[in-house]
T-cell receptor, first 114, second 110 residues
Framework: DTAVSQTPKYLVTQMGNDKSIKCEQN?????MYWYKQDSKKFLKIMFS???????INETVPNRFSPKSPDKAHLNLHINSLELGDSAVYFC?????????????FGPGTRLTVL | GQNIDQPTEMTATEGAIVQINCTYQ??????LFWYQQHAGEAPTFLSY????GLEEKGRFSSFLSRSKGYSYLLLKELQMKDSASYLC???????????FGAGTTVTVRA
């Protein structure tokens, strides 16, 4: 059983398109995250939801919109894709926010914008 | 926010020991994590420190000094499979945000 799953694994698309990445966790966790890892391997937080409530919203373009229909799912929609959006996007989840709550990462979605 | 610094690359021989240092600056410290990331894969959790001292987990140990804003990850009895990137991450007390360093790529040679 996959703990944190993402679809699709690879996404190749043209500039200007709109795309979505889906994430699901079956760990019963309360908190979910989206990270972006660029070509220099820097892993940066984008969003975090706790019990379906947005709690972290980093300075990302408003073309990026997360949506959490329930605690087990956190999707990421990207409008008007740009070349600079090319990266690996990781979803993660954790039991909660504080303490030694490690984050469990999904396998990543490699987005390439042409 | 945090300013996290770790070496870019390290190379060591199979069976040896390697120590990866991480220094950080934060407005409010709420824990430090180490993650391992193999090329093309997701990061996986290695260790967590919130109090000063050493946490040991098998071949891996992690140390924290909050007053110095310093941590290290110690990898003992290195194996080829330990070749990976090691990410230091600091959590902020305000919004619990986890900020990652750029990672240290460790190459283990036979």
């Amino acid at each position: 059983d996959t703990a944190v799953s993402q679809t699709p694994k690879y996404l190749v698309t043209q500039m200007g398109n709109d795309k979505s990445i889906k994430c699901e966790q079956n760990l019963g966790h309360d908190t979910m995250y989206w990270y972006k890892q660029d070509s220099k391997k820097f892993l940066k937080i984008m969003f975090s939801y706790n019990n379906k409530e947005l709690i972290i919203n980093e300075t990302v373009p408003n073309r990026f919109s997360p949506k959490s229909p329930d605690k087990a799912h956190l999707n990421l929609h990207i409008n008007s894709l740009e070349l600079g959006d090319s990266a690996v996007y990781f979803c993660a989840s954790s039991p909660g926010l504080a303490g030694n709550n490690e984050q469990f990462f999904g396998p990543g979605t490699r987005l390439t914008v042409l | 926010g945090q300013n996290i610094d770790q070496p870019t690359e390290m190379t060591a021989t199979e069976g040896a020991i390697v120590q990866i240092n991480c220094t950080y600056q934060t407005s409010g410290f709420n824990g430090l994590f180490w993650y391992q990331q193999h090329a093309g894969e997701a990061p996986t959790f290695l260790s967590y420190n919130v109090l000063d001292g050493l946490e040991e987990k098998g071949r891996f140990s992690s140390f924290l000094s909050r007053s110095k804003g310093y941590s290290y990850l110690l990898l003992k009895e290195l194996q080829m499979k330990d070749s990976a990137s090691y990410l230091c991450a600091v959590r902020d007390v305000g919004d619990y945000k986890l900020s990652f360093g750029a990672g240290t790529t460790v190459t283990v040679r036979a």
